[in-house]
């Protein structure tokens, strides 16, 4: 059963850190081995694994999608909410990630880290769906 929880963003571009959150999540459903789903519930936001350590990952990640994805450059959607490269740039690094759960606890190398792209923000409330299903052998 998909367990969920929210955060709350405060800049209208922003990468945060939700290891520590999916983390706890993963030690609470008491799964040893298995993989873990992490999906934002919004069509204007993303989740990626990348460096957590040094902010300045994020704010480059940021700078890079502006220059692929420029603001109000033509998009049909901006007609309806002015927020068409939000959609674009979410689509481009996708809605969720999946990690390997190994000994209860998130795989992933020393420095990475799931981080929830806001690019439609500040937002009160994002919601974030974490499945963790365990190993079938
Ligand atoms: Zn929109």
């Given amino acids: 059963m998909a367990q969920f929880f929210d955060v709350e963003t405060l800049e209208a571009r922003q990468c945060l850190d939700i290891t520590h959150t999916v983390g706890e999540l993963v030690r609470d459903s008491g799964v040893r081995r298995g993989l873990c789903h ?6 204007t936001a993303a989740i990626v694994v990348n460096e957590n350590d040094d902010p300045a990952i994020g704010l480059d990640l940021l700078k890079a999608l502006e220059k692929a994805v420029p603001d109000h450059d033509g998009w049909l959607h901006d007609r309806v909410d002015n927020n068409a490269h ?3 740039k979410a689509s481009i690094l996708g809605p969720s990630e999946t990690v390997i759960v190994d000994e209860g606890e998130l795989l992933l190398g020393t420095w990475q880290g799931l981080m929830l792209v806001e690019l439609d923000g500040p937002r009160r409330r994002r919601r974030i769906a974490v499945e963790v299903v365990p190993s079938g052998s």
């Fill in 86 to 88: 939000a959609h674009i």
């Fill in 38 to 43: 992490v999906m934002v519930l919004g069509a």
